[in-house]
């Protein structure tokens, strides 16, 4: 990762101080900027100065399940990516923490280390594009996001006039807007912005 | 139990009836044809007691009967034709007057057997649970079949007497009446032996009740010898011959000793009876002694029949009871195995991930992080060997042998094998430290009774409360202590199994399991059970 510049931040939250702390040091030394947190409580507050890259959580915790966990940093950082480990894996599970909770990947404990860098990679890959789509759109203002997102669908600029009730002149205004902030040419540059 | 499932198919005959077709009828014309011939010798023998046109004592009846339940129902017709055959070749009727009405009434009563029989095998098992279980049908059929011969015989019996031209009411009622008696006794006496002669000839032991004890059988002997000897002082006080005690009596036996004492409790009071009863000349007398004779027979037989299948139920109430136990231990091993996985995964995570890193590293540059991994492996190898001692010695006991348990040690135990299921409710356990002390029993089953109450615990606790397990000595006895806050919602049902194999497997080692409430709002289940080895003199 160092060849990217700066170090991606992961986190590995497990109430096993001991498999925690070694985790985030294999990280290290693959070059990740690693942090081990017993409890997810503690990652959550102290969250907002550091948002990482991705997180691994342990599913099975005390307080705090991984999932509930997933949830409260979905909620705070749409751009973290998610991996959950386990060692009492389910199907149930399983289907629940790539649909319901948007997880990246779902690993038995022991864990398999090689197929764990690689859902780390794929996780910061993910988080740094969504985290830069996030930016390009934020400076859009509400009714220039509302435009976008009729765009993205496909819809022409006379039927986004109709739909919003805004003449056409004032539509074509708001695209103009878009692409500046976006730095998008055309409407095929759009739509990968909004699906990346 | 497989005694039970083997009795209720109709027992195995002697015969090998799986030949090929031609050898399989020839078979059959013989077998109808032995019948018919014992038939006879038993309707001849009848003909001591006979009253007007039928017998007070019909043992061709039981043949018929054991005949029936032994080769099937559908082979009714074929003894039918059989039985009417006998009676035309041994010239005990000519079919000369009203020949349909004739032949009905000879093959009638066979053919009503058959339906009897067929009714009440083929719908024994839906309608009373009870019926289900193997002697019963028998008994049923046994005293219905009689009965409704004789009321199948009615529609006949009119016409026949019209014809005869002396058609009188009063008469038509005793000779059916006398019929029924007749069959009824020929039955009861005749067929359970001939039923149980064929399951002993074919190697079947159809016995779905133990053996009487002695004490029992010395019992019901005292009990029976004591109503004839009350039965002999009522007649020789000139009182006639009542047999209201033997009506008790055999209904004891029956109830105490199954069938076998039932039938030999009948077989005494028809030897004693029967006898007796040739040389009296009032009809009326005769029919009531022949009547009470056959009740005495129906119920005393029905009664060993119930305790029989009274014994076969228990024993299928017993086996599902083992069933329930064994798939209630059978969750408690999962549980086990989750908890055993669970701590075996984790060392071995951080083991792999630490060895990795020893194995890619410069022993040189980093021999201080070296130092560190390969001090986490060996502890964590540490971790690993202490759960296979745990493991081994929770292995190792004879399943049946119980042995000295530390409670705070299993209450620690049942802690880590509950953990996986608290957490995803996140309901915290916590395990107080208590007195050193030790119970005696099967570890695997006190674990199996405990961790239901901590799993019921667990279950109806609200998420982000806790559960407390605690114990303390009282007395020559430990209190182990399940506490947790009551649910906010009454549960969905699941609490009573888990409950009712806690209770048996602590009662069986001498304890209790009580239900109390703790301050104003919390739950405590309180397992109570006797402490051995007292080291502390």
């Excluded at chain 1, 993910?126 to 976008?148: D, H």
């Excluded at chain 2, 083992?322 to 996985?341: E, G, K, N, P, W």
């Excluded at chain 2, 190898?381 to 348990?405: K, N, T």
């Amino acid at each position: 990762m160092s060849n990217q510049g700066e170090q991606a931040v992961v986190y590995v939250v497990d109430d096993d101080a001991d498999l925690g702390a070694s985790l985030s040091r294999m990280l290290k030394r693959k070059g990740y900027a690693a942090e081990p947190f017993v409890n997810p409580q503690q990652l959550i507050a102290a969250y907002s100065e550091a948002p990482a890259a991705c997180i691994v959580t342990d599913v099975m915790m005390g307080e705090m399940d991984g999932f509930a966990f997933a949830d409260e940093v979905r909620r705070i950082d749409p751009a973290a990516a998610i991996i959950f480990m386990t060692a009492w894996p389910t199907t149930a599970n399983a289907v629940d923490s790539i649909r319901r909770f948007g997880g990246l990947d779902y690993l038995e404990k022991p864990i398999d280390d090689q197929r764990l860098l690689a859902a780390i990679e794929e996780g910061v890959a993910w988080s740094r594009k969504r985290r830069c789509q996030i930016e390009r759109t934020a400076k859009l203002t509400p009714r220039e996001r509302e435009v976008f997102g009729l765009l993205v669908k496909g819809l022409s600029s006379k039927a986004i006039a109709a739909e919003l009730k805004l003449s056409p002149k004032t539509v074509e205004d708001h695209r103009a807007q878009i692409s500046a902030k976006t730095g998008t040419s055309g409407l095929a540059q759009l739509i990968a912005l909004a699906t990346e | 139990m497989m005694r039970a499932v083997q009795y209720r198919r109709s027992p195995r005959l002697p015969f090998n009836v799986t030949a090929t077709p031609v050898g399989r009828s020839v078979r059959l014309v013989a077998i109808l044809l032995a019948y018919a011939a014992v038939f006879t010798a038993l309707r001849s023998l009848s003909n001591l007691w006979a009253m007007g046109q039928f017998s007070l004592w019909f043992p061709a009846a039981g043949l018929r009967f054991a005949f029936l339940w032994l080769f099937g129902a559908k082979l009714a017709p074929a003894a039918a034709v059989a039985e009417l055959l006998v009676q035309l070749f041994t010239g005990q009727n000519d079919l000369e007057t009203s020949p349909v009405l004739s032949i009905l009434g000879i093959m009638g009563p066979c053919l009503v057997y058959g339906a009897v029989i067929h009714l009440v095998r083929s719908g024994a098992g839906r309608r009373s649970p009870i019926l289900r279980f193997a002697p019963l049908p028998f008994a049923l059929a046994a005293i219905i079949g009689p009965i409704a011969a004789c009321a199948a015989a009615l529609p006949w019996a009119v016409p026949r007497a019209l014809e005869s031209g002396t058609f009188e009411l009063s008469s038509l009622l005793k000779s059916l009446l006398v019929f029924s008696l007749g069959d009824m006794l020929g039955v009861l006496f005749v067929a359970p032996p001939l039923v149980w002669l064929a399951g002993r000839l074919s190697g079947k032991r159809a016995m779905p009740m133990a053996p009487p004890r002695y004490d029992v059988i010395a019992e019901v002997t005292a009990i029976t010898v004591a109503s004839w000897l009350l039965v002999w002082a009522i007649l020789t006080a000139g009182l006639g011959l009542l047999l209201g005690p033997i009506l008790l009596s055999t209904c004891w036996t029956g109830l105490r000793t199954g069938r076998a004492g039932a039938w030999f409790s009948i077989l005494l009071a028809a030897a004693l009876v029967l006898p007796a009863t040739e040389d009296i000349d009032s009809e009326a007398v005769l029919l009531r002694l022949h009547m009470l004779l056959a009740c005495i027979a129906s119920i005393g037989y029905l009664a060993g029949s119930f305790a029989e299948a009274e014994a076969l139920s228990s024993a299928e109430i017993a086996r599902r009871d083992r069933m329930l136990y064994q798939a209630d231990r059978l969750r408690t091993l999962r549980a086990m195995s989750v908890a055993v996985i669970h701590e075996i995964s984790q060392p071995l995570s951080t083991i792999a991930i630490e060895a990795k890193n020893l194995a890619t590293q410069d022993p040189i540059a980093e021999g201080a992080d070296m130092q560190r991994s390969a001090g986490l492996i060996a502890r964590k190898a540490q971790d690993l060997s202490q759960l296979v001692r745990r493991l081994r010695g929770f292995g190792s006991r004879e399943a049946d042998e119980p042995s000295p348990i530390c409670v705070g040690f299993f209450c620690n135990e049942i802690l880590s094998i509950a953990q996986p299921e608290a957490k995803p409710k996140q309901v915290s356990i916590i395990c107080h430290e208590g007195p050193e002390v030790a119970v005696l029993g099967q570890d695997i089953e006190l674990r199996q009774a405990l961790l239901n109450l901590v799993r019921n615990a667990i279950a109806a606790a609200p998420a982000g409360s806790t559960v407390d397990i605690s114990h303390e000595v009282t007395g020559g006895r430990v209190q182990i202590h399940v506490d947790n806050d009551p649910p906010q919602q009454p549960p969905e049902g699941g609490m009573g199994i888990g409950l009712i194999v806690a209770r048996s497997i602590v009662q069986a080692h001498g304890g209790t399991i009580e239900r109390t409430k703790i301050g104003e709002d919390r739950v405590r289940y309180t397992t109570d059970l006797p402490t051995v080895g007292d080291d502390d003199e």
